[in-house]
């Protein structure tokens, strides 16, 4: 269970537009900023419940305005719709004393999968993320607003990682000396290797493997779920935190880091899947895919490493290192993604033709 009882969670969804009804809850404990709620009817799962982290996502009418704008673009035969649940108020979301809730509809016989070591799922997830692009494409980026500014921008995480190093304990700065020493070299290295003039588009800035829902039945990927992010971004960025989760075998915070790796087969499906969907990217932007398999990855590691120099304010942790202990594994996984450029040219060259000469 999560950390409100089912008593509280009712008093919740009465504030829905719900019909009357028995309903139970389970904690689901895979977010690290949000708490989430699957919500069942005798038994079957029928929504999904979430109190919005108020700390992180200040502006909640924002971020609400991006996800009813975004959902009523994402709609096709291939792309599974979901649909919010209106207060009885009739907005998207309610706030009691406890904080911002919202609920969602749960997609029957569809599930998730943190980690593969299957093509067809990489495939799949390549298909569905250029999908997504494909019908977000048609976005007007004057109606979404930057909920989290500069989310994925490597100058603010930097200014935000040396005033960590400043604040820092002695002790923690002796812990995480060559981590520190190898954050400085590569922001150098990538400040050089960045290209400020590629198009924005409405990305959904989070698209790790597990935010894909694919269907139980047959693996196909349905649509992508978790859209607090959703808001302008370059498309490289949804391209290595999609690769970065599924082209490593391993979970985000693996210790042991002879598990952590760059499968190349495992890109290729990847890069296959998108070529269906993906004659909306520039010449440019298709260059730029590399960049984003090495520029994650290290992004995630120096916001977990400023957040474990900062005391864990930010991310959920479950124990005291947790944030350096994915920091170490993100960081790993960066250096595996440098040595595989060469590659990932060659891969990105056969299946991705540039449409947009
Ligand atoms: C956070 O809570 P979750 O897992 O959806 C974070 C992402 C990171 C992720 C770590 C708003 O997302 O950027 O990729 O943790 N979201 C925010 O994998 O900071
Ligand atoms: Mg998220």
Same mark, same amino acid.
């Given at each position: 269970?999560?950390?409100?009882?089912?008593?509280?969670?009712?008093? $919740?969804?009465?504030?829905?537009?719900?019909?009357?009804?028995?309903?139970?809850?389970?904690? =689901?404990? #895979?977010?690290?900023?949000?708490?989430?709620?699957?919500?069942?009817?005798?038994?079957?799962?029928?929504?999904?419940?979430?109190? /919005?982290?108020?700390?992180?996502?200040?502006? $909640?009418?924002?971020?609400?305005?991006?996800?009813?704008?975004?959902?009523?673009?994402?709609?096709?035969?291939?792309?599974?719709? %979901?649909?919010?649940?209106?207060?009885?108020?009739?907005?998207?979301?309610?706030?009691?004393?406890?904080?911002?809730?919202?609920? !969602?509809?749960?997609?029957?016989?569809? &599930?998730?999968? *943190?980690?593969?070591? #299957?093509? *067809?799922?990489?495939?799949?997830?390549? @298909? $569905?993320?250029?999908?997504?692009? !494909?019908?977000?494409?048609?976005?007007?980026?004057?109606?979404?607003?930057?909920? /989290?500014?500069?989310?994925?921008?490597?100058?603010?995480?930097?200014?935000?990682?040396?005033?960590?190093?400043?604040?820092?304990?002695?002790?923690?700065?002796?812990?995480?000396?060559?981590?520190?020493?190898?954050?400085?070299? &590569?922001?150098?290295?990538?400040?050089?290797?960045?290209?400020?003039?590629?198009?924005? @588009?409405?990305?959904?800035?989070?698209?790790?493997?597990?935010?894909?829902?694919? #269907?139980?039945?047959?693996?196909?990927?349905?649509?992508?779920?978790?859209?607090?992010? %959703?808001?302008?971004?370059? +498309?490289?960025?949804?391209?290595? *935190?999609?690769?970065?989760?599924?082209?490593?075998?391993?979970?985000?915070?693996?210790?042991?880091?002879?598990? /952590?790796? +760059?499968?190349?087969?495992? +890109?290729?499906?990847?890069?296959?899947?998108?070529?269906?969907?993906?004659?909306?990217? &520039?010449?440019?932007? %298709?260059?730029? =895919?590399? =960049?984003?398999?090495?520029? !994650?990855?290290?992004?995630?590691? %120096?916001?977990?490493?400023?957040?474990?120099?900062?005391?864990?304010?930010?991310?959920? $942790?479950?124990?005291?290192?947790?944030?350096?202990?994915?920091?170490?594994?993100?960081?790993?996984?960066?250096?595996?993604?440098?040595?595989?450029?060469?590659?990932?040219?060659?891969?990105?060259?056969?299946?991705?033709?540039?449409?947009?000469?």
């Amino acid at each position: 269970m999560g950390v409100h009882s089912q008593e509280e969670l009712n008093e $919740v969804i009465d504030n829905f537009d719900l019909k009357e009804n028995v309903y139970s809850f389970d904690g =689901l404990n #895979s977010g690290f900023i949000n708490d989430t709620y699957l919500v069942s009817e005798n038994d079957i799962p029928k929504y999904i419940l979430q109190r /919005i982290n108020h700390g992180v996502f200040t502006n $909640v009418e924002g971020l609400m305005g991006n996800i009813g704008s975004a959902l009523k673009l994402l709609k096709a035969k291939d792309y599974t719709q %979901i649909k919010l649940i209106k207060s009885k108020l009739g907005k998207t979301y309610f706030s009691d004393a406890k904080g911002f809730w919202r609920m !969602m509809t749960y997609i029957q016989g569809s &599930t998730t999968y *943190d980690t593969t070591t #299957s093509f *067809d799922i990489a495939f799949e997830a390549g @298909r $569905v993320i250029g999908k997504f692009h !494909m019908l977000m494409g048609e976005a007007d980026l004057k109606k979404y607003t930057d909920t /989290i500014p500069k989310f994925h921008n490597l100058e603010l995480r930097k200014m935000q990682f040396l005033a960590s190093l400043a604040r820092a304990s002695e002790a923690k700065l002796a812990v995480a000396s060559d981590t520190i020493e190898f954050a400085k070299n &590569t922001l150098k290295m990538l400040e050089e290797m960045e290209n400020k003039e590629l198009p924005i @588009r409405i990305c959904h800035n989070d698209t790790k493997l597990n935010n894909i829902l694919y #269907s139980k039945e047959t693996q196909k990927a349905l649509c992508l779920i978790d859209l607090d992010t %959703i808001m302008k971004g370059n +498309f490289h960025y949804d391209f290595g *935190d999609a690769i970065r989760t599924i082209v490593n075998t391993a979970p985000e915070d693996e210790q042991d880091h002879t598990k /952590i790796t +760059f499968e190349k087969n495992l +890109f290729e499906a990847f890069v296959n899947g998108l070529g269906y969907n993906g004659s909306f990217l &520039t010449k440019e932007e %298709i260059k730029a =895919l590399p =960049l984003g398999v090495i520029l !994650m990855p290290f992004l995630h590691g %120096i916001r977990a490493l400023t957040d474990y120099l900062n005391n864990n304010v930010y991310y959920k $942790v479950a124990y005291e290192n947790q944030n350096l202990d994915r920091c170490l594994s993100l960081f790993d996984f960066t250096q595996k993604a440098l040595n595989e450029v060469d590659y990932m040219n060659n891969t990105i060259t056969k299946y991705l033709p540039a449409y947009n000469e």
